[in-house]
């Protein structure tokens, strides 16, 4: 068995699931070559991880299971990164068509933009940035000519057979991980081409034009090859080793590389491929053996959700809609120079229950919604006795949580019903301090509309806060307690009901909802709406406390 698969086989067991790996399944038809190469290539995989220090492992561990990376301040050394890429360059340059794409248009090929993009996929590495930048233009005259050598490549240069390539849906960009990673879906079952030409000048596009954002070039891609069930190649591999010859050579930082499969064929395939790539990639590629549904648990614990996935559970029946609204937002961002394609500009026409949703009516209590109204009420305090830069914090936070479970940022594309577009960052951090603003404002009137008691708090009355005991409090924290189950299993409207039959309790034993007021000396009792607001934080408080003691 490949360490690879213990190691899954193992992560499979904590879950109650088990993953049959090659060997073990009744289809498997491995040869005992394809058994030497696959313990080959663990000893391979081994020797790379074994490089590393205890601390890069974990870091390794953390980013593959979709924790994002600690993205460098490039303003403290990209000036001196850059001179040591030009100094390589200089010296290892002639006679290359990097020298020739340099004569002919000496402005695209020293563009400030694009030797960056470049050093961010090395990681600031200048003489890997280097190197590949030389294999870059080899590439791209191969694939599209010298004529083409130093401009953007968009839509009007692929020919017919090479969109028709694309339009298959073999790669696909179904949305972002947890960390707000690009995903890169490969579906090997729907390749489809005329030429490997084809196909390579097809992938060249999808994967540069993700490169034209910056966020993407920063955090990298996540690529996900799913071939499972019906799924698998019909090519039967031709062209695997030219297409990661070409995606080595494109500037891309691989934050992680998950092969799923239930089929041998692919699985010794995947195994093959890992010889093509440096020890530091090799630390961050995963080959998983497993049925669909098998696949489906394992892939939240890498931080991607399963409902990105353009499948049906049953039929794996791939849904191309998206994929294809895709591709024509392409044409059109090609037409209108959109500097973002790929990421807060993609068009799609669903979203998930962790989406956050900017539109009137009922959508607008979609599930992902309610968190971010949640994670508002719990920080209000915090963020409005804050700093600048601490309010910025607790936005940028909030955006990482949304994200860390697969939700998204989206509004309505205009002059569509169905179709959704991810929001640019900036747009959201903009709306959720809009948030911020709009909840102070009413809590504010909530408390004008509360009323000064004569008086100290009497023992049945709740009052507020984290120091103040009484019989009225205890009895609270009590029915809080006991219907926590019930309130959690709930949706929205119906907590209320349950918030309101605490608050009715408390009053059916004369007791009030108070809190300190120091500016008038005294105590106000609040409105009922305030204490549903308070009450309701109890709740949510106690399901947290549950949840981490359990």
């Known amino acids: 068995m490949s360490v690879i698969s213990q190691q899954y086989k193992q992560k499979s067991n904590c879950l109650g699931i088990r993953l049959e790996t090659p060997q073990e399944s009744r289809n498997s038809l491995l040869t005992k070559e394809d058994e030497q190469k696959t313990k080959e290539n663990d000893a391979m995989l081994v020797e790379a991880l074994n490089g590393l220090t205890f601390e890069e492992r974990q870091e390794q561990q953390e980013i593959v299971h979709g924790v ?26 002639h006679g290359t068509l990097y020298e020739t794409a340099e004569s002919l248009n000496p402005e695209y090929v020293g563009a400030r933009a694009f030797r960056i993009m470049f050093l961010r996929g090395n990681r600031y ?20 000519g010298r004529e083409k050598l130093v401009k953007d490549i968009t839509m009007d240069d692929l020919d017919e057979d090479d969109r028709a390539c694309m339009r298959a849906g ?32 097809s992938r060249y596009y999808i994967w540069m034009t993700i490169l034209k954002s910056e966020e993407c070039q920063l955090r990298g891609a996540v690529v996900l090859v799913y071939a499972v069930g019906c799924l698998k190649d019909q090519k039967e591999g031709v062209g695997y080793m030219e297409n990661a010859r070409l995606f080595l050579a494109l500037p891309l930082h691989q934050a992680a590389i998950h092969v799923f499969t239930d089929n041998s064929a692919e699985y010794i395939m995947g195994n093959g491929i890992i010889r093509m790539f440096s ?12 049925s669909h549904m098998e696949c489906q648990y394992l892939l939240p614990s890498y931080g991607i ?16 809609h998206q994929h294809h ?3 024509e937002s392409c044409l059109l961002n090609d037409t209108s120079d959109c500097p973002d ?3 807060s500009q993609t068009t799609m026409t669903k979203y998930n229950d962790d989406d956050v949703l900017y539109v009137a009516g009922k959508k607008s209590n979609n599930a992902g919604n309610e968190r971010l109204r949640v994670l508002v009420a719990d920080l209000s305090q915090k963020y409005d006795t804050g700093t600048t830069e601490k309010k910025r914090t607790i936005v940028e936070g909030m955006i990482g949580e949304i994200h860390k479970t697969g939700g998204r940022f989206l509004k309505q594309n205009p002059g569509s019903d169905s179709d959704w577009i991810e929001i640019p960052v900036d747009e959201a951090r903009l709306k959720i301090t809009q948030m911020f603003r709009n909840h102070r404002r009413r809590v504010g009137a909530l408390i004008q509309g509360g009323c000064l008691i004569a008086g100290e708090p009497l023992p049945n009355d709740v009052v507020f806060g984290k120091t103040h005991r009484s019989r009225g409090s205890d009895l609270m924290h009590y029915l809080i307690k006991a219907r926590s189950d019930e309130y959690n299993s709930l949706d929205r409207g119906m907590k209320v009901q349950v918030v309101d039959a605490v608050l009715e309790r408390i009053k059916g034993e004369g007791g009030r909802f108070l809190q300190t007021a120091p500016e008038h000396g005294g105590w106000l009792e609040v409105t009922t709406e305030m204490a549903r607001i308070r009450v309701s934080k109890y709740f949510r408080n106690n399901r947290r406390k549950a949840k981490k003691n359990g």
Request: contains cysteine; aromatic residues 8%; positive net charge.
């Open 305 to 320: 959700s399963p409902k990105l996935l353009p499948l049906k559970t049953i039929t794996l029946q791939v849904n191309m």
């Open 325 to 327: 609204r895709w591709c």
């Open 68 to 93: 994002d990376e600690m993205t460098a301040d490039e303003s403290t050394f990209i000036e001196s990164t850059l001179k040591d890429l030009d100094n390589i360059l200089l010296r290892t340059k």
């Open 341 to 343: 394609l790929g990421t």
């Open 125 to 144: 590495d200048a003489k890997a940035s280097a190197k590949q930048m030389l294999t870059f233009f080899e590439w791209k005259e191969q694939l599209f």
């Open 279 to 290: 020890s530091k990639i090799r630390a961050r590629f995963r080959i998983h053996y497993g």
């Open 170 to 201: 073999y790669v696909q960009i179904p949305g972002k991980d947890r960390s707000n990673r690009t995903i890169l879906l490969h579906l090997p079952g729907l390749r489809s081409f005329k030429t490997l030409m084809n196909e390579l000048r």
